[in-house]
């Protein structure tokens, strides 16, 4: 049995949770919080405060007049050293007139960056010493860039006490718990400007900026309760032009393909975006920014419906995604845009997965990601299932990663997901194919149901697909290999029964696409392959999604064509 002193050493908040500043129940030998998001549980231990003292006479150093801090960011994310630090270099002037003990003032701070509600900064009469990173806003009027971390308010006593959740905390120790304090230097990026964009003075562009917010944010924002990419984003595209030249590059291409508008416009804009994006992924606080985190989603949603205009699919945008998610948890807050584009990164990230049979490439070692079964608000439900997937995939296409074990423990929760998911989750409307019609009616209410289930049921047909059990020969394998193609044929059913029904989420239809093009080939009816390849049709005409590639591959596959005809 352990001594009181070690259980008191135990009993202290694992360093995991304190490096993220979240609560942690302190069990041992994991917290829970760690075992839920299935994380490496980092013993904390305590140290009893030494009883030696100063004596009077002890001389003290004085700081200079001013201190200069070094950002490292870039060092640690790529490991490749610095090689002149001149340009990472923060300079704070140090008034000696306030450094000294904390007084018992009471003081009023405003995050940048935290609760939507709180992002419309109101100027305080009192100045905060803050170090902004190189494409932080501080105006009022304005909106944060999110380069700086995002600061969780503690208020105890009258007091508020701002906690970085960032790698750095640059206020000198007695000007953090000081009301009275140097006015802060702001250093920002060429993308930002110090004036609004907004009211636009152009009307091509207002309807461009319109039909993003009202035809493509929706896109974005499945499983967002706070709808991020339409309320967050217009409103920082104000003053952050990369992010503005995204909506707008978006938006062209959009019409463009939907409509009769000028083909041309996206790549006007899109070029003026990349002209200040580029430049910018040499400054070691991109990989911070949110603004151009979502921006280069954005970017990465265009480069989708490029394909069949440029012929392929060069995934540039999706590695700016991965330089973004795998700069670590330092600056990926919950309930923040750069969690939001998280979410709809990994999405993209899946769709390529599936499309080019790959693992997933994105780094899921998040605290953003939860694997666990406990209550959960549906938002969160439906991004556990898109977790679900990824994992799927990985165990699928990944190497050295097939093993029965690890098989039956992602179906295993997969079967656990259904059983455990809320009521909600269960469509409002629900009726069984007929003779004339191919797919079930599915009915939902919520564009995060529609795309929890569907990534649900993929999930699903890769696992039944790569079932470890089906004999590889004998005279049992034609019945289980039966059995797996009516199990297949009834999901693929389903997913498209959802994408049908749910038209007013467009996702739900490309989601219907994936496994049209993974499982399409083993419908054998004439009547199921042309339902199948109406639902491609329509994608590409309405939703400007490229199936053509797919539509060749399957007509081959349903023999309509010859194997070499064009």
Not at 84 to 104: C, K
Not at 158 to 167: I, V
Not at 393 to 413: I, K, P, Q, Y
Request: overall charge negative; some cysteine.
């Amino acid at each position: 049995m352990p001594s009181s002193e070690q259980t008191e050493l135990l009993a202290t908040p694992c360093v995991t949770c304190r490096e993220h500043h979240l609560k942690c129940d302190r069990s041992v030998p994991r917290c829970g919080r760690c075992v839920r998001a299935g994380r490496e549980c980092k013993l904390g231990f305590k140290f009893k405060p030494s009883r030696d003292t100063f004596s009077r006479e002890q001389r003290w150093l004085r700081p200079p007049r001013q201190l200069i801090y070094v950002d490292e960011t870039r060092y640690l994310t790529t490991g490749s050293p610095l090689e002149d630090t001149s340009q990472y270099e923060f300079h704070i002037p140090v008034d000696e007139t306030h450094v000294r003990e904390p007084e018992s003032t009471s003081s009023s701070i405003t995050p940048p960056t935290i609760a939507r509600s709180r992002e419309h900064n109101t100027t305080s009469n009192q100045s905060i010493e803050t170090v902004e990173v190189r494409n932080q806003i501080t105006t009022g009027t304005l909106f944060s860039s999110g380069s700086a971390p995002a600061t969780e308010i503690h208020v105890e006593g009258g007091h508020a006490d701002a906690r970085s959740t960032g790698l750095y905390d640059l206020r000198p120790p007695q000007v953090r718990n000081s009301a009275h304090v140097a006015t802060p230097r702001i250093i920002t990026a060429p993308s930002f400007q110090t004036t609004s964009a907004l009211p636009l003075k152009n009307r091509t562009e207002a309807l461009l900026f319109r039909h993003y917010i009202q035809k493509l944010a929706i896109c974005l924002d499945l499983c967002d309760p706070l709808r991020h990419f339409e309320f967050i984003v217009p409103e920082r595209a104000a003053v952050c032009y990369t992010l503005l030249n995204a909506i707008f590059a978006i938006a062209a291409r959009h019409l463009s393909h939907t409509t009769n508008f000028d083909p041309l416009a996206s790549n006007r804009y899109h070029d003026e975006c990349l002209k200040h994006l580029i430049p910018m992924l040499n400054h070691a606080s991109t990989v911070s920014d949110e603004n151009l985190f979502a921006a280069t989603i954005i970017l990465r949603m265009l480069e989708e419906m490029d394909v069949p205009t440029t012929g392929q699919d060069t995934y540039s945008h999706l590695l700016g995604i991965h330089a973004f998610v795998n700069v670590g948890d330092h600056y990926m807050v919950p309930g923040s845009l750069s969690a939001a584009s998280f979410w709809v990164g990994l999405r993209q990230e899946i769709y390529i997965a599936v499309i080019t049979q790959q693992p997933v490439k994105v780094s899921l070692d998040h605290f953003v990601v939860d694997r666990s079964f406990e209550p959960a608000d549906d938002y969160t439900w439906s991004n556990r299932a898109i977790v679900l997937i990824a994992d799927v995939l990985n165990f699928c296409f990944g190497e050295n990663s097939f093993t029965v074990g690890r098989w039956n423990a992602l179906d295993e929760a997969c079967k656990k997901w259904t059983a455990t998911r809320p009521p909600s989750f269960n469509p409002f409307f629900y009726r069984e194919p007929t003779a004339s019609i191919a797919f079930p009616e599915i009915w939902y209410g919520s564009s995060c149901h529609v795309i929890g289930v569907q990534h649900h049921i993929l999930a699903q047909l890769f696992l039944t697909q790569f079932d470890p059990s089906i004999p590889k020969v004998g005279t049992n394998r034609r019945a289980a290999v039966k059995q797996m193609t009516q199990r297949i044929e009834t999901l693929v059913r389903e997913l498209c029964g959802i994408g049908v029904c749910n038209q007013w989420t467009p996702p739900a239809m490309f989601t219907a696409c994936m496994g049209i093009a993974m499982f399409g080939d083993q419908f054998s009816e004439r009547y199921d392959q042309e339902a199948l390849m109406d639902i491609l049709k329509k994608t590409e005409a309405d939703h400007a999604r490229p199936t053509a590639a797919i539509q060749q591959q399957l007509m081959k596959a349903w023999g309509w064509i010859p194997e070499n005809g064009e």
